[in-house]
């Protein structure tokens, strides 16, 4: 398998449940990245990791908490969260340093949907 | 910080017609640029970038982009569109320095008419 895997590609959650978004890169990328995608709203950065590394949290609610256990795996772990948070999280990978670092592979994404 | 300005929310063009998406950008020092495309349910695509050199840079699915130093552009443009150009087309600006903080703008919705 190549490119960027997301699953699942659609969740349905209550505000109480607790669920996770799976992201895997088979490029050799050395980072990784969490997007939020809403409708009518540009891309929003949330995290990225670098070697494992979380090198940046765009002022994400905790409600929202990450995990790169290694260079090729990234989790999203989703509770309590608000309808507001409903979007399209999109993840994606880059090499970690030098130019090549700017140009992102995505994933399709992941569509949730909060109740 | 840098930020992105694409004007256009929603073109519409007739199949075989010649496309211009507009990009305006916001950064101290040269950007890299990026255009990326999104079909519906899909993640985003790269089209092009633009790094150093040549200011006209070529991407794939026969789409270019004009990079446009003194009025901070970086335009996307194809002679001839396909019904399957139809999509989403977002334009993106990274800085050299703080590498991986791509800036997205708010996407173009491209329509084409048979």
């Known amino acids: 398998e190549t490119g960027v895997t997301q699953t699942p590609r659609h969740l349905v959650m209550g505000m109480t449940n607790k669920k996770s978004l799976k992201c895997e890169q088979h490029?050799?990328?050395?980072?990784m990245y969490w997007y939020k995608q809403s409708a009518k709203k540009p891309l929003e950065l949330m995290f990225v990791?670098?070697?494992?590394?979380?090198?940046e949290n765009n002022s994400v609610p905790s409600r929202f908490s990450p995990e790169c256990p290694n260079s090729s795996h990234l989790f999203l772990h989703l509770h309590t969260l608000q309808p507001e948070d409903s979007a399209l999280y999109l993840c994606?990978?880059?090499?970690?340093?030098?130019?090549?670092?700017?140009?992102?592979?995505f994933g399709a994404g992941s569509r949730l949907t909060v109740l | 910080a840098q930020s992105v300005t694409q004007p256009d929310i929603h073109i519409t063009v007739s199949e075989g017609a010649s496309l211009e998406l507009r990009c305006n950008y916001s950064?101290?020092?040269?950007?890299?640029l990026f255009w990326y495309v999104q079909s519906p349910g899909q993640g985003l695509q790269l089209l092009l970038k633009?790094?150093?050199?040549?200011?006209l840079v070529q991407g794939i699915k026969g789409f270019e982009a004009e990079f446009k130093r003194s009025q901070s552009s970086f335009n996307l443009r194809k002679p001839s569109v396909h019904w399957s150009d139809a999509a989403e087309y977002f334009c993106?600006?990274?800085?050299?320095?703080?590498?991986?903080?791509?800036?997205f703008g708010q996407g173009t919705r491209l329509t084409i008419n048979p």
């Open positions: 490029l050799g990328h050395n980072a």
């Open positions: 993106a600006v990274g800085a050299v320095q703080g590498a991986q903080k791509l800036v």
């Open positions: 633009y790094f150093s050199g040549d200011t």
């Open positions: 950064y101290g020092a040269t950007p890299y």
């Open positions: 994606a990978s880059s090499q970690g340093k030098g130019a090549g670092a700017n140009v992102l592979t």
């Open positions: 990791y670098n070697f494992k590394e979380q090198t």
